[in-house]
């Protein structure tokens, strides 16, 4: 049975090197809540990205996702819920 709480779920992606393509080292990962936008948190090195996302991992309703395409997969399931959802509110239109 699911928990259907009023508390935000978050999805935390991989660490990753944003600046590869372009030689730099600019390393982050992004995260992502209920029915929002995806944030991306840079940091200036790759141990404090892996402390920064330790630490959010440690939330409640908190879950890190393996690789960036399954949270992009996520994202937009929690889209289409979100609008679906929204749909049935305003009458099914």
Do not use: W
């Not at 600046?19 to 600019?26: C, P, Q, S, T």
């Not at 029915?35 to 840079?42: D, F, I, S, V």
């Not at 289409?80 to 099914?92: C, D």
């Amino acid at each position: 049975m699911i928990d259907r709480t009023d508390k935000p779920v978050t999805f935390v992606g991989p660490v990753t090197n944003f600046g590869a393509r372009y030689g730099k080292k600019e390393y982050g990962f992004l995260m992502l809540q209920t029915a929002g936008q995806p944030l991306k948190l840079e940091y200036p090195s790759k141990l404090e990205a892996l402390q920064a996302r330790s630490t959010i991992m440690e939330g409640q309703n908190t879950f890190g996702i393996q690789t960036n395409h399954v949270l992009r997969g996520v994202e937009m399931a929690l889209k289409q819920a979100f609008k679906e959802g929204l749909n049935q509110a305003v009458g099914g239109q």
